[in-house]
């Protein structure tokens, strides 16, 4: 017997199985359902038990965790189970927009059930270790007090206040940052070129990129004394040319445009095309 809440995860895909992992690693009584129930069976020789629906994996739990694809599949899966789900509390750790999380809060509280969303902001093998991994949630104070300790076992639990949609929208705001900054390393690591590549992401890139997060930590509105815009503005023009000098594809400066490529080449085409055709444009 233990004192650990029961949770139950919906969605056993890399990130589904990184928090199921780390609640049964803490001692919870773990329920698991997926789509492709093979993916349970690992999980379930660490002393998870799967459910064979939805609604069964509902019911064996008063928190259950939603951690898919997309809001469309959690609309499609939950709401046919919306009654077992009603006196529950359903945290969702789906990616999504602020009005995914709205719409998603709104059915919610239309059917008796205490909703807080959330974002992860960690890869799922930093899932369980709070100084890596941290989660936001927005929603139902009552159901992210009840479960703060329980929820502190994935990573750093953040609660960013009622209104549903802020987690998602911090969410979202991070990941851009991320996705800029990842094309920004992508770019230097042309310039510098393959030989010294390695060493100079070890050596340099990401000692630089903690460094530069002090500065960040300071906002972004303001003073600008430190580093004026007017010599910024001539350093920009000097990667270009620098760049261009040393032959790195000028490509690689649009930042925003390479991740949204790379996600048209791993086959998302019919979602991006007009949105690259906009930023080109620009
Ligand atoms: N993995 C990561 O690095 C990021 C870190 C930040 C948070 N994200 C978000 O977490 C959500 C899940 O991501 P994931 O990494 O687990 O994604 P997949 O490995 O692709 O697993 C997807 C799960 O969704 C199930 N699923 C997909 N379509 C359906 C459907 N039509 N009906 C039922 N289930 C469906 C899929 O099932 P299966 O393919 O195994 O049968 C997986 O369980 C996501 O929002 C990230 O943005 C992860």
């Not at 019911?59 to 809001?71: K, M, Q």
């Not at 709104?106 to 709070?130: C, E, K, N, Q, R």
């Not at 230097?188 to 000692?207: H, I, K, T, W």
């Not at 600008?224 to 261009?244: F, T």
Request: proline fraction near 6%.
């Amino acid at each position: 017997m233990t004192d650990k809440t029961p949770v139950t995860i919906l969605g056993l895909g890399a990130m589904g199985t990184a928090l199921a992992t780390a609640l049964i690693e803490a001692g919870h009584p773990t329920t698991v359902w997926n789509r492709s129930p093979e993916k349970a069976r690992p999980l379930v020789e660490r002393g998870a038990t799967r459910a064979a629906t939805v609604a069964d994996a509902a019911a064996a739990s008063p928190l259950v965790i939603a951690c898919l694809l997309d809001h469309e599949v959690v609309d499609a899966l939950l709401g046919p189970a919306a009654d077992v789900l009603s006196g529950r509390d359903l945290v969702n750790l789906t990616n999504g927009t602020p009005e995914h999380a709205r719409t998603a809060a709104a059915w919610a509280a239309g059917h008796g059930i205490a909703y807080v969303d959330g974002g992860i902001m960690a890869t799922p093998p930093l899932i369980g270790d709070p100084a890596a991994a941290f989660v936001l949630y927005s929603g139902s104070r009552a159901a992210f007090d009840r479960h703060r300790e329980t929820l502190g076992a994935l990573g750093g639990a953040r609660f960013l206040g009622e209104e549903p949609g802020l987690a998602a929208l911090y969410d979202l705001a991070l990941l851009s940052a991320m996705y800029g900054m990842a094309s920004g390393v992508r770019h230097a690591q042309a310039m510098v070129g393959d030989e010294r590549a390695e060493a100079f992401s070890a050596e340099y890139l990401a000692p630089w990129l903690q460094a530069m997060a002090g500065p960040i930590a300071m906002g972004a509105a303001g003073d600008d004394s430190d580093s004026p815009l007017g010599m910024q503005a001539i350093g920009l023009a000097n990667i270009v040319e620098g760049a261009r000098g040393e032959g790195t594809p000028m490509s690689l400066l649009t930042h925003m445009l390479t991740p949204m490529r790379d996600i048209v080449a791993a086959g998302y085409d019919d979602l991006l095309p007009p949105l690259i055709d906009e930023i080109a444009q620009a």
